[in-house]
């Protein structure tokens, strides 16, 4: 039969053995016709493919693209051998699910999303699995490795090595500098071109990351110390809020009801924000951090536990800051001591908080509850089934298999859940009769819901549509004692500063004008 007769001869083609150099440009053309089609539909939208200069941009990115490829692959394969194919072997296996996420998310693997990655956690990375990221898998990095792992390869000389390579580097060179004129074309598109180009986006991004989080990861920078402190008893609660938009919040003007509990509670103040970033390593940073910058100065917690405030950080996300207390307690830990449907999602948060908070015998008290409630793509799974408010709502991981409508009800729900969570915080506050109150909820970054065909978080944030950027800062005081100023519009860094005020506390480093009190 034909088709058995085809299996035999590709059975056949992998027992023959093939030189290095057609070996080398067969697996740039797989991967170029494999991975590449996300980056020139970029391409092609953002030039005028009719006039010659596109037509030059797009067939010297082509070229450029299967000669750089060819040229990586031709190098690893022969220096490495065995290790080279395992290089390669990976790279198809890391292209097919980088490419999942691409098309299924409409992802950039810049440096940022690449930080998203490393700081994913097993119970998150599980939430992504579906049929299609097993097809991609499959299809696009299992079967071209069999091939890839069964085929003989013929090597050839040192001279031709050398004469193949510096060829490749010349013909490059060439290429490049005949496309002067589009340099400035391509540094403007280059961090969404950079993070389409299979396999750079990930492996250079990777390297990146690893070697800026090291530089960030070096000593703390320590702040002056607190030169005051005054004695009344003060609490504040910092609630962290994940993946949490503001233009879903009612609170905000959104004509659905999703905040019913915060809107009846007196003392409740909400104030327009920005994220510093779309992605929870760095919006965290940047709520903690005193001044917006790269450099890794004393966090907020770890400044006022140094200086003698009781802090208390109580956790249910991941991708936080370098955290140095005694009472760090993450999910796991406080699941111990908790029972019934809440410990399974984040109201798990507030379980013995009270109580922990009046065991302490320090006047000032910081707590942080670094929450995951509003976090993709399984909506539906973060808040429990009484707060199914809106319906029908989208359980799948593929967001845009959903309808609009189903994937905003999952979503909406999320922030009924939120409205809740807060709300328990205030009423816990409130029975804390010695101690002046606050709550501040403030959330990393926002969430695009299939608007611009975009979903979840992580686009750079100068490229980033305000789903990702506009987030809620909302803050509730027991009383008037420190009554909050005019503010129209704040910073994740206005966090640090307000916190210092509300706790009646002294420092060089406190700038006034970046509190939200008076």
């Known amino acids: 039969m034909p088709f058995f007769s085809k299996v035999r001869t590709y059975l056949s083609l992998l027992k023959s053995a093939v ?8 697996m740039s053309v797989v991967n170029f016709l494999f991975f590449h089609i996300p980056f020139f539909s970029f391409v092609f939208q953002n030039v005028d493919y009719h006039s010659l200069n596109g037509i030059v ?64 956690n097993y119970a998150e990375a599980t939430g992504f699995f579906s049929l299609s990221f097993v097809c991609y898998l499959l299809f696009l990095g299992i079967v071209p490795s069999i091939y890839l792992i069964k085929t003989k390869i013929i ?42 180009a299979m396999p750079w986006s990930y492996s250079v991004n990777a390297v990146l990351y690893q070697s ?24 504040v609660v910092l609630v962290i809020g994940e993946s949490a938009r503001r233009q879903n919040f009612s609170l905000y003007g959104y004509s659905r009801n999703t905040n019913p509990l915060l809107a009846t509670i007196p003392n409740v103040s909400v104030f327009k924000a920005k994220s510093a970033a779309t992605y ?23 400044y006022l536990y140094r200086n003698g405030v009781e ?8 991708g936080e800051p370098p955290i140095h ?61 009484r707060f199914e408010v809106f319906k029908p709502v989208c359980n799948s991981v593929e967001l845009g298999n959903c309808s609009h409508d189903e994937l905003i009800n999952a979503y909406d729900n999320t922030i009924v859940y939120t409205d809740y969570l807060l709300s328990r915080v205030i009423d816990d506050l409130k029975s804390l009769k010695e101690y002046h109150c606050a709550m501040l909820y403030v959330s990393d970054h926002g969430e695009s819901l299939g608007e611009n065909n975009l979903y979840m978080h992580g686009v750079p944030l100068s490229l980033a549509p305000k789903e990702q950027y506009e987030i809620p800062f909302i803050v509730w005081e027991s009383d008037n004692s420190r009554p909050l100023k005019p503010n129209k519009e704040l910073t994740q860094y206005h966090v640090f500063h307000s916190v210092l005020n509300f706790l009646g506390i002294k420092s060089p480093i406190y700038d006034e004008t970046m509190s939200i009190f008076q």
């Open 155 to 196: 090597f050839g000389t040192w001279k031709r090595f050398f004469t193949t390579t510096s060829l490749s580097v010349l013909f490059l060179v060439i290429l490049i500098f005949v496309n002067a004129s589009n340099w400035l074309w391509i540094d403007k598109h280059s961090k969404v071109l950079g993070g389409l």
């Open 325 to 385: 207390i005694k009472h760090y307690q993450p999910e796991k830990e406080l699941k111990a001591n908790c029972q019934g449907e809440a410990c399974a999602y984040d109201e798990v948060l507030l379980t013995g908080l009270k109580e922990q908070i009046l065991a302490s015998n320090k006047n000032k008290l910081f707590v942080v509850l670094h929450t995951s409630t509003s976090h993709g793509p399984q909506y539906s799974k973060k808040y429990p089934p």
């Open 212 to 235: 800026h989080k090291h530089k960030a990861n070096q000593k703390e920078i320590l702040l002056p110390d607190v030169t005051e402190m005054d004695q009344e008893k003060s609490v």
């Open 57 to 120: 941009i797009i067939v010297s990115l082509i070229i450029v693209m299967l000669v750089a490829n060819f040229f990586v692959f031709y190098l690893l394969l022969f220096l490495f051998r065995g290790v080279g194919k395992a290089l390669l072997v990976l790279s198809f296996l890391l292209n097919s699910i980088a490419l999942y996420f691409v098309n299924t998310y409409s992802v950039i693997l810049d440096e940022s999303m690449i930080g998203n990655v490393f700081n994913t």
């Open 311 to 318: 802090v208390i950080w109580r956790t249910s996300n991941w």
């Open 19 to 26: 030189k290095l150099m057609f070996f080398a440009c067969l």
């Open 280 to 302: 929870t390593t760095a919006s965290v940073k940047s709520i903690l951090d005193y001044k917006e910058t790269s450099d890794l100065y004393e966090l907020l917690p770890n």
